[in-house]
């Protein structure tokens, strides 16, 4: 595991692009699958999590040409393997997501039930496994492997008990093939979420959209290859505006999108963080002080649970007392003690401080009051995971001294080039060993 050491102080200035979004391409790379044909993806990020993807791909027959710096060319002629490895499975948490095109070319789709990912709350598979079920496949758990098998998915009325992103997407993969039409009620409406619709719908799906979550997938007997040029990670774009913001600093962040980060935009604009946007992109900067606001994340069109951490960081700069709500997962405040040891006012309470959400009545401490603005110093840190330790690394940047911040690696799994980009915008970076 790779560590830094940040020699903090310094606001960010300058100009970083974000490319395309880690949670779109690798249900992309997955989706690509369900064809024989080749697809052509076009503003590919280079980041650990595509990576492992691809592997796992490759493992079950994928094939990968890259005709240019951020493109990439997949070809999967034949399923080779219906099973994923537990050490495959247990990198990220895609393995899950192959059950629609390992089913529909070889009716077995073997998954391990241990996924990686980062450790935000106990996040079950229950929603894929009941709605691949109700399209008619058997599953059953052996020796912690999911073994799914269909001699052919049909399509059915599924409600799901939470607009559960992956879920959404895993099903719409599988209902694009299946025989018959499939309703997909309550479902996932994220930016990521359509950008695959719009890829499924140029491989040759059918697959309408109306106003209350619900999709209707009339399935087709085919697909074929596309070509897509990725939509910009909004999560990275939204950190790089909170890390100018929280330094005083001045970014310009090419290719961030409005559409994609309205409520993040308004949050912004409600603590007093400045930005601009323009053709290409949005400046992000600041100086003077910042305002305290409450909070709460949900599912899209909402304030999203990965802009939480970032942001509550910035809130350690607000004047007066800020509330964080987070709904969505409900232990997604782990990373709150390192910054604690920083300096930060940080208390987390298990009662919901705003709305009612799912976790009122659980021990999970799934709000935090924040009391600003703190001076941060530097300290010597243990990323546990990806959008935690990005929030570290803004926090070392920010904080007056010298942080070690270990497990970098973790990091990368979803931004391209970190060092070299935050080296540009003025971070003070070294390896160490
Ligand atoms: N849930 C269930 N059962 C299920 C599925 C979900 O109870 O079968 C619950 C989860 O436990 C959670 C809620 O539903 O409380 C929402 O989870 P969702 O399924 O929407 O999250 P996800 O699909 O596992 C994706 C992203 C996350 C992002 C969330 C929310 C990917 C690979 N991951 O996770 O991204 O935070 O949607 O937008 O797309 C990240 O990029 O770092 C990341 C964690």
């Known amino acids: 595991m790779t560590s830094w050491s940040i020699e903090g102080g310094l606001p960010l200035r300058g100009e970083i692009a974000v490319s395309g979004a880690k949670n779109s391409i690798t249900k992309l790379l997955v989706a690509s699958m369900l064809s024989e044909q080749p697809s052509h993806f076009r503003n590919v990020p280079n980041i650990g999590d595509r ?41 990220n948490r895609l393995a899950i997501m192959m059950m629609g095109p390992l089913l529909h070319r070889s009716g077995r789709a073997f998954i391990p039930a241990a996924a990686g990912g980062d450790q935000i709350g106990p996040r079950p598979v229950d929603f894929h496994l009941e709605g691949i079920r109700r399209m008619g496949a058997k599953v059953q758990i052996r020796d912690g492997v999911y073994q799914i098998e269909s ?50 719908q140029k491989m040759g799906a059918i697959i309408d959209y109306n106003v209350d979550r619900t999709f209707v997938i009339e399935g087709v007997s085919k697909l074929n290859g596309a070509n897509h040029r990725l939509m910009p990670d909004r999560i990275v774009a939204a950190s790089l505006g909170v890390a100018a913001v929280a330094t005083g600093g001045d970014v310009f962040v090419r290719n961030a999108r409005q559409t994609d980060l309205l409520t993040f935009l308004n949050t912004l ?7 601009e946007v323009k053709e290409e992109g ?152």
């Open 51 to 91: 990576l492992i993807t691809q592997e796992m791909c490759g493992a079950v027959g994928a094939q990968f040409e890259s005709p240019s710096a951020h493109g990439l060319i997949v070809h999967t002629p034949q399923i080779t393997n219906h099973a994923i490895s537990a050490e495959l499975g247990g990198r």
């Open 269 to 275: 604009r409600r603590v007093g963080g400045l930005f």
């Open 282 to 433: 949005i400046r992000f900067f600041h100086n003077g002080p910042l305002k305290a606001i409450h909070l709460e994340t949900s599912v899209h069109p909402g304030f999203m649970t990965d802009w939480q951490s970032p942001f509550l960081l910035l809130l350690t700069q607000a004047e007066g007392m800020s509330v964080v709500h987070e709904t969505v997962f409900e232990d997604r405040f782990g990373y709150v003690s390192a910054l604690q040891q920083m300096g930060a006012e940080i208390a987390l309470y298990n009662t919901c401080l705003g709305n009612h959400c799912r976790f009122h009545s659980s021990n999970y401490k799934h709000s935090a009051v924040i009391k600003g603005p703190a001076q941060l110093k530097a300290a010597e840190i243990n990323v546990p995971d990806l959008r935690a330790g990005f929030t570290y690394l803004i926090a070392a940047i920010m904080a007056q001294g010298k942080s070690i911040i270990h497990g970098i690696d973790h990091i990368t799994r979803g931004y391209e080039d970190l060092e070299a980009n935050l080296r540009s915008l003025g971070a003070r970076i070294e390896a160490v060993q």
């Open 151 to 200: 001699d052919g998915l049909h399509g059915a009325e599924i409600e799901l008990p939470y607009p559960s992103v992956t879920t959404t997407e895993n099903l719409l993969m599988a209902a694009a093939l299946a025989q018959g039409r499939t309703i997909l009620r309550n479902a996932a409406i994220e930016p990521e979420v359509m950008d695959l619709v719009i890829y499924l």
